[in-house]
């Protein structure tokens, strides 16, 4: 911990569901303006792209604070990697001959892994899957978050063919939720900021498809669908 300032302790793991109006109301605005940008494509899904960019960005500016200065021109290079190779990525897939069906087969399978992770943890609780990290995620969690997400891209694709990549891409995504769980933890943070009313920040909301997105580009580089992943 040397290159990082002590901060208190977060003290545990407040339950989601509060602030749930304002969560709410932050969805409804945020998810048609994003799903709308992605349906148009082009330079409006390109200029969403640029504005996530900056306010990830802003962020991680922002956690550098807790950073001691020797370490922050480092810090400030990986966030800048951390964000722009994800964008980079959805730019890219959304531009494929079939980028809208990529795009939307990543986010559903990554939202919807999210949220069975949470009912499945809610629900059946169980051991914890990383205590140290992230006290609040379970096995049963994560194994239904699993479950869930292949399910969901499995219903947005329609083929058979769906089930590894949909697998591959909520694993990645669990992964990255829990990477950006580490960052907070050893930071001494309990958000990654404030941008997002009743979610925190832009990073708490999108670390799974900051993680899945280049793996998504490169399973539909590596696809034979001009550009769909299970292809």
């Known amino acids: 911990m040397s290159a990082i300032s002590p901060m208190p302790s977060p003290g545990g793991t407040p339950g989601r569901f509060h602030d ?9 605005v945020l998810v048609p303006v994003a799903l ?5 494509g082009g ?18 500016i922002g956690l550098g604070r807790h950073i001691v200065p020797a370490a ?15 964008a980079a990525a959805l730019l890219w897939l959304r531009d494929r001959p079939h980028g ?3 795009v939307l087969f990543l986010l559903v399978v990554v939202w919807m892994t999210d949220i069975g ?36 891209g499995l219903l947005v694709a329609r083929t058979p063919a769906s089930i590894l990549p949909a697998a591959v891409l909520s694993i990645v995504s669990q992964a990255g939720d829990l990477a950006e769980s580490a960052l907070k933890r050893r930071i001494g943070v309990k958000d990654s900021g404030r941008t997002i009313p009743g979610h925190g920040g ?15 580009a490169a399973l539909a580089l590596l696809a ?4 769909l992943p299970w292809q």
């Open 20 to 28: 749930l109006g304002l969560r709410a109301a932050s969805a409804a």
């Open 36 to 40: 709308g940008a992605l349906s148009w």
């Open 43 to 60: 330079l409006v899904w390109a200029a969403l792209l640029v504005l996530l960019f900056a306010g990830l960005m802003r962020e991680w």
């Open 72 to 86: 922050r021109p480092r810090f400030l290079l990986a966030g800048v990697v951390y964000a722009a190779v994800p």
């Open 100 to 102: 809208l069906a990529a």
């Open 117 to 152: 992770a949470y009912a499945a943890g809610r629900l059946l609780g169980g051991p914890r899957l990383a205590p140290a990290i992230s006290p609040g995620k379970t096995v049963s969690g994560a194994i239904g978050g699993l479950a869930v997400g292949v399910l969901a």
């Open 202 to 216: 832009l990073f708490d909301r999108l670390d799974g498809v900051l993680a899945a997105a280049p793996v998504a």
């Open 224 to 227: 034979q669908g001009g550009g």
